[in-house]
């Protein structure tokens, strides 16, 4: 049975330094210099990405310890991840294990047979892409880097457990360098992904971007939080949220 191709997703960005600053420069196309730690956002987007129109619901996360009660929530409800990390220190690749682990383990609860959706996909549970951002500080003597592309690479395969086909993306949000490329990198590959044959019995609300229990489960969560055109209203809102 053939999935709808849905052009409404939400999408969850995760992990290391720089995921507010990703989505403000892709949504709003300026870089925030000054840091304001982040407790949670909403982002509401639309964009037209490879003809089609693109409705996005950007779930921008805190990266804070005293946050992480928070990621079982939007990591359910999220369909698909951006996972950032700091690519001048390989301490923040090393830190996205913690999340790829708790994904791995939620998204594993939502499908029934997993090898059977292993020969179907990438071998990926949820669809992702990984974000080497800060790559504006890399020196140009492209040796000296702490971590090289092919360093990552293995880490994402030995380590984060992710399928070779995962896309991994530098970026600069300073500099706005390949941001437009790591989200419409990631709405393709939640595209193909909610484009993936499944028997019945298999389909999900992971797999069901617009199904009706995803819709509740999102509206439950992001009923909490307005859609952001102020992110202190939302974190207001989450504090209460919380409380
Ligand atoms: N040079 C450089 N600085 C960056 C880049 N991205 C983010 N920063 C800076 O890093 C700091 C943290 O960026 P944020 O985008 O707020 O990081 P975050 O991941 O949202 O942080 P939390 O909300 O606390 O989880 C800010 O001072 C940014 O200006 C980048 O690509 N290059
Ligand atoms: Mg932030």
Redesign the pocket.
């Known amino acids: 049975m053939s999935q709808p191709v849905s052009d409404e997703f939400t999408l969850a960005?995760c992990?290391?330094?720089?995921?507010?600053?990703?989505?403000?420069?892709w949504t709003q196309n300026h870089?925030?210099?000054?840091?304001?730690?982040?407790?949670e956002s909403t982002f509401s987007v639309h964009k037209i990405i490879d003809n089609k129109e693109t409705h996005l619901t950007i779930i921008?996360?805190?990266?804070?310890d005293e946050y992480k009660t928070l990621r079982d929530v939007y990591m359910r409800s999220a369909f698909g991840f951006v996972l950032?990390f700091?690519c001048t220190l390989k301490s923040s690749l090393e830190e996205l294990k913690e999340f790829t682990k708790q994904l791995e383990r939620l998204k594993k609860e939502e499908v029934h047979d997993e090898e059977e959706h292993e020969k179907k996909w990438k071998g990926n549970l949820y669809p992702c892409v990984v974000v080497a951002?800060?790559?504006?500080?890399i020196p140009e003597d492209y040796e000296n880097r702490e971590l090289t592309e092919k360093e990552i690479k293995e880490f994402m395969k030995t380590e984060l457990l992710l399928s070779e086909n995962t896309p991994l993306i530098f970026?600069?949000?300073?500099?706005a360098?390949n941001v437009v490329e790591c989200f419409e990198t990631i709405v393709r590959e939640m595209r193909a992904f909610s484009k993936v044959e499944l028997p019945p019995q298999e389909v999900t609300s992971s797999h069901q971007a617009n199904s009706s229990t995803s819709r509740k489960r999102n509206s439950l969560f992001l009923t909490k939080m307005a859609s952001v055109s102020d992110s202190h209203d939302c974190q207001n809102d989450l504090k209460m949220f919380l409380m």
């Open positions: 960005v992990g290391g330094v720089g995921k507010s600053s990703l989505t403000v420069q870089f925030m210099k000054y840091y304001d730690p982040t407790i921008d996360t805190a990266g804070q950032v700091d951002n800060k790559f504006d500080l970026t600069s949000a300073k500099t360098w």
